[in-house]
């Protein structure tokens, strides 16, 4: 791939190819480029093969009709993947396949320092228990699976009854969760009575009306 812009006609082949898809549904043949052109065919393939090289052109081995122009955003959605977006999660006592995502959310793993291959789930928040964090009902919390929480992360966390958004924090050397609001926020609970399911990395707050 090389990154020299394409000439003048190079970019009005693309336009046309684009256009062309846009409004038939489907790519146009070389001859179809080379007659709207008025050139002869290796014209076109000379330009669809620069245009290849360029990374702004595609198309599928051995099919016809297959051209597709290449948008800036289409090398940008290397880095997007699409996680499980959960009402709730499951506790000690449930299972995953107990618990069904409501719907996904796409995240761009690069923009939040996070591996493709890691394990990253969405939680929906309910409730007040957090608004000493700024994160309030109707929030989405994005967390990292495997990730060792520090002092001050937000966490996942289940127990028997219940699954839950909590601080982590350590006092005399002793990790508990807490929530971080007026009413509740003295209330500590041992971490080992816990299941850590995730580290908060990301939080999305839609507009409120």
């Not at 051209?67 to 449930?94: G, N, Y």
């Not at 041992?190 to 999305?204: H, Y």
Request: net charge positive; with cysteine.
């Amino acid at each position: 791939m090389t990154n020299r812009p394409p000439t003048k006609k190079q970019q009005q082949v693309l336009e046309f190819i684009r256009k062309f898809s846009e409004q038939q549904g489907h790519s146009p043949t070389l001859r179809e480029i080379a007659d709207h052109f008025k050139v002869n065919v290796t014209a076109v393939v000379d330009h669809v093969k620069a245009l290849k090289k360029k990374g702004l052109l595609t198309h599928g081995s051995r099919q016809a009709r297959s051209l597709r122009v290449i948008s800036p955003m289409d090398k940008l959605r290397k880095r997007i993947i699409d996680i499980p977006l959960f009402a709730q999660l499951p506790t000690k006592s449930t299972t995953e396949k107990e618990v069904e995502a409501k719907s996904c959310i796409s995240i761009d793993v690069q923009t939040l320092g996070i591996k493709a291959t890691a394990k990253v789930f969405a939680l929906e928040v309910k409730g007040d228990s957090m608004s000493g964090k700024n994160i309030l009902a109707g929030d989405i919390v994005v967390f990292e699976h495997g990730l060792s929480p520090k002092s001050g992360d937000v966490v996942a966390a289940s127990t028997d009854q219940e699954s839950s958004i909590k601080s982590y924090v350590t006092e005399r050397g002793k990790p508990y969760l807490k929530s971080e609001n007026g009413k509740s926020a003295k209330q500590m609970i041992p971490a080992e009575k816990s299941e850590i399911q995730g580290v908060m990395v990301a939080l999305i707050r839609k507009r409120r009306a």
